[in-house]
């Protein structure tokens, strides 16, 4: 089993940046890769950036390419998003998930998801 825990939401202006993290517990060994996932009240849950734990392979949403990167730091056994020129649209409750098997930014299917942490932005 592996446990995810989110945190660094917040509220901040739109241009404004947020840092997420999602430490990883347990058996963090058999993760493959992890992701960031993000939901709207009333929208479906969209697919933000992931990355591969092993090579650092990374898969991005277009809607957050050239603004928001993923990273990892496996000694910690914790992921990253680091969101810069952050827009209204860009409000949701982001959740970080991990998969054994496979990657990249599917919705469904990934083995482990955390509870969430807001963000939101204020234009």
């Known amino acids: 089993q592996v446990h995810l825990v989110e945190s660094g939401g917040g509220s901040v202006q739109a241009g404004g940046s947020l840092r997420l993290s999602c430490a990883a517990y347990?058996?963090?060994?058999?993760?493959?890769?992890m992701g960031w996932f993000r939901q709207a009240p009333g929208e479906e849950r969209e697919g933000v950036a992931s990355?591969?734990?092993?090579?650092?392979?990374?898969y991005y949403g277009d809607s957050v390419k050239g603004r928001f990167t993923i990273s990892q730091d496996n000694a910690k056994n914790t992921l990253y998003l680091q969101m810069n020129s952050l827009k209204p649209e860009d409000s949701a409750r982001y959740y970080c998930?991990?998969?054994?098997?496979?990657?990249?930014?599917?919705?469904?299917?990934?083995?482990?998801w955390g509870q969430g942490t807001q963000v939101t932005v204020s234009s």
């Open positions: 347990g058996y963090s060994y058999s993760i493959f890769c």
């Open positions: 998930a991990a998969d054994t098997r496979t990657c990249g930014l599917r919705t469904e299917g990934w083995n482990y």
């Open positions: 990355i591969e734990s092993s090579d650092g392979i990374t």
